[in-house]
């Protein structure tokens, strides 16, 4: 199920809960049962559903509610703060400072996005005033380094890579200390990301980030992906100390729920999503309008 979609369920299955003359047990569980059906379809994870509505039972005591209150109005506010608590993990991501150099780690499955997402980063920071740097990792992908510089060439941003040397922590460790050196304020380094969860890949990540020292490292996950998103978030969360998430390809057919699981598996907020193709389709995530925007 596609956001809008989602939103339409979820608006539908309060409007009915609200055409009903008296709101009891029966009718909310009804409607929750009709919310759990659309976020499922949406590819949020079971147990988040799961736990989602048990919450709202638990603070919606409909023998609580004074005679006159707004059953409708509570119900669906529970349910807005509730989708909203499953966004926020409670603590923001790292945020790069202009006054102090910053290294950016982007990991990522091959086809997340992950390389055009890391020119999206760098292009908005320039915008803002910052002065950004591109450092290509990804020894593995034929074609990674050529992707990474046109894009950079193209929005004139500096870029490190090789297509002689094949280890990837050589290459970040050069491009980062480059970059450093030319008072670069935010260096972007772009891992391999390979077509499958395998050892070599999380083995090789580690070793960059050990040796790069990353003040934050994000994970790119494509939207499209599915139910799958929260084994492999936290898949990558236990390898490398993944601090943000960037969703793509919110554009189209996507699906919302991966962001919910992404953030649970990895604890960490998502702080940009991907809406095209282009350099400058990509957007702050901000929770409240996004959940809102669900909630049609
Ligand atoms: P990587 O293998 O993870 O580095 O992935 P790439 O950056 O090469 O992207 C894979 C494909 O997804 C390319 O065709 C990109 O143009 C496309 N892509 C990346 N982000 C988005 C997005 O937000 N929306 C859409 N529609 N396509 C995207």
């Known amino acids: 199920m596609v956001l809008a979609e989602l939103g339409g369920s979820i608006s539908r299955a309060l409007q009915q809960m609200s055409n009903a003359t008296i709101i009891d047990e029966k009718v909310l569980n009804e409607c929750l049962n009709e919310i759990t059906r659309a976020l ?7 147990k988040l559903v799961r736990e989602m509505q048990t919450n709202i039972k638990k603070i919606v005591n409909l023998d609580d509610l004074a005679a006159g209150h707004n059953k409708r109005k509570i119900i669906q506010q529970a349910i807005f ?7 926020d993990p409670g603590k923001p991501s790292f945020t790069p400072k202009k006054s102090k ?11 997340s996005g992950k390389t055009t997402t890391c020119t999206k980063y760098a292009y908005y920071h320039q915008k803002k005033g910052w002065k950004p740097a591109l450092v290509c990792a990804d020894t593995f992908r034929a074609g990674a380094f050529d992707q990474l510089k046109q894009n950079a060439t193209k929005a004139k941003i500096p870029f490190y890579g090789s297509y002689m040397e094949s280890d990837p922590v050589k290459i970040a460790v050069e491009g980062v200390e480059r970059f450093k050196k030319e008072n670069c304020d935010l260096i972007i380094v772009d891992t391999s990301g390979r077509h499958k969860q395998e050892v070599a890949l999380f083995e090789e990540m580690r070793q960059v980030s050990e040796a790069t020292k990353p003040d934050l ?9 599915g139910q799958a998103a929260f084994d492999q978030a936290q898949a990558f ?7 943000a ?3 793509t390809k919110m554009d189209g057919h996507a699906k919302g729920g991966g962001a919910l699981s992404a953030v649970a598996a990895t604890k ?3 702080i940009f999503i991907g809406t095209g193709e282009h350099m400058d389709e990509f957007e702050v995530f901000d929770v409240k309008p996004f959940v809102s925007r669900l909630l049609g």
């Open 40 to 46: 499922l379809q949406s590819d949020v994870q079971f």
């Open 81 to 87: 703060n509730e989708l909203c608590k499953m966004l």
């Open 101 to 111: 150099p910053s290294v950016v780690m982007f990991v990522g499955l091959q086809g």
């Open 217 to 225: 490292v994000i994970f790119v996950m494509d939207s499209s992906i």
């Open 237 to 243: 969360k236990q390898s490398v100390a993944v601090g």
């Open 245 to 247: 998430v960037i969703v």
């Open 268 to 270: 960490s907020p998502v």
